[in-house]
């Protein structure tokens, strides 16, 4: 039950180690059991890759760290600090997160032998408030999205706008009306399983009192969640870490033809559909563009689609998903960064990685995304005309080259010593 990782961090892990515990330990050492969305060094997903370098940065100030894993780890080599174990064999529901929770719920008496557990995934408040309600344990959920408070995990009702309020009846309205959006699994499914998290969400907010802190990765997160109905004194603001090794100077020479680049996935929400559009308008300059597109998903074949009917075939290209690893270099090779997002995203990764490797970004203007790109980002409505009309603003004007600098700058307040230093006051506090 207890093997560790990883023989990947090699001889840095002392040097990491050292430079932490210069810059960000905390008042105690604590154990802490930490639930992970995926098991560390898993790829796929922002919130599993900010959870690894979390659990990376509590070991290297000196806390120990159980990490129980929703998927099954592979076997590693040890690393000091860090413990795995496999949050399985308990239940066999077929919804996700109800099983989850009934899985936390099982370990309770376990549990008990942390000083704290933090759990990186919403859906589980139920069962976080549970272990808060009958143990002394320090309880912290990061609120990495929605779903505590949304059983799509967008607050977007209707997938049309922002929804401001809720209630059973509203909820059941949205979830059978947009049920069919979701080409991966069918209505019946979405709409079953949406269901089920609505029922944890309710479950859970009878349970809120019994957990001691959240922490929100953006102000915009912890003032939504502050509206439905959460504490804001148990809230505090916390950003996900960066990536060192997105840590590059920039490549670029920010000059024609200007490289675009989006990445993440080809959903809805994500306003790909915006995408072809922007192209189209931009084709129509007196300026050379050229767009980039990494990530996969359910709006892929309709891009290609957009891509042959708005004649931009020269100016697109497809890239599918590509490697963390690989991944700096694509940042740090474009002129900037496009992110037309529909939603209020919490933190998207794609900003973190754009500012560390000092990549321009033009996105929707939503939330405090503003205070999050600060002068190396500008901002559109989301509309195709807004954000051509931006882009070539910013290239008329020649103000790339400063963008790239301040990205550098702004990227700096993102920094895992920091981030680390700020979860041990939230962690210090809750278990006082």
């Known amino acids: 039950m207890t093997c560790i990782y990883s023989s990947f961090f090699g001889p840095i892990v002392e040097y990491r180690r050292n430079l932490f515990l210069n810059s960000s330990s905390s008042s105690v050492t604590m154990r802490i059991a930490f639930i992970h969305p995926r098991y560390p060094t898993s790829e796929g997903t922002g919130a599993a890759h900010s959870a690894t370098q979390i659990v990376n940065g509590l070991a ?247 891509v042959e009917n708005y004649d931009v075939e020269d100016a697109v290209q497809f890239a599918g998903f590509i490697s963390n690893a690989e991944l700096p270099e694509v940042y740090a090779s474009h002129d900037c960064l496009i992110h037309p997002s529909v939603w209020e995203e919490p933190l998207a990764r794609v900003y973190l990685e754009a500012l560390a490797t000092e990549t321009p970004i033009v996105t929707t203007d939503y939330g405090c995304i503003e205070e999050i790109v600060g002068e190396a980002g500008r901002l559109a409505d989301g509309t195709a005309e807004s954000f051509c009309d931006t882009i070539v603003n910013i290239v008329e004007s020649n103000e790339l080259p400063e963008m790239s600098v301040a990205a550098g700058e702004q990227a700096e307040q993102f920094e895992l010593s920091r981030v680390i230093s700020q979860l041990n006051v939230l962690y210090d506090t809750v278990t006082e």
């Open 60 to 306: 290297d100030v000196g806390h120990e760290v159980c990490v129980y894993c929703t998927r099954p780890p592979p076997e590693r080599t040890e690393r000091d600090g860090i413990s795995l174990r496999h949050l399985d064999g308990y239940s066999n529901h077929p919804h996700t997160p109800t099983r989850q929770n009934r899985e936390v719920e099982s370990r309770v008496d376990e549990l008990t032998e942390f000083d704290l557990v933090h759990s990186y995934l919403m859906r589980l408040i139920p069962s976080i408030g549970e272990v808060g309600k009958q143990s002394d344990v320090g309880t912290v959920v990061t609120l990495n999205a929605y779903g505590g408070i949304c059983a799509k995990n967008d607050l977007r009702y209707q997938d049309d706008k922002q929804c401001q309020s809720k209630s059973i009846f509203k909820c059941f309205n949205c979830i059978a009306s947009t049920g069919f959006h979701s080409n991966e699994h069918g209505y019946l499914y979405e709409t079953a399983s949406q269901l089920l998290s609505l029922r944890l969400i309710n479950s859970g907010e009878s349970r809120l009192e019994f957990i001691d802190g959240f922490r929100a990765p953006s102000t915009h997160v912890r003032n939504n969640y502050v509206q439905f109905g959460y504490d804001s004194e148990k809230i505090a603001t916390i950003p996900h870490p960066i990536d060192e090794d997105f840590s590059l100077t920039h490549r670029s020479t920010f000059s024609e033809p200007y490289k675009l680049l989006y990445v993440g996935s080809l959903s809805r929400h994500k306003g790909v559909q915006t995408l072809v559009p922007i192209m189209e308008r931009l084709n129509k300059t007196e300026w050379e563009f050229e767009l980039t597109v990494v990530g996969t998903g359910e709006l892929e074949r309709r891009m290609h689609e957009q």
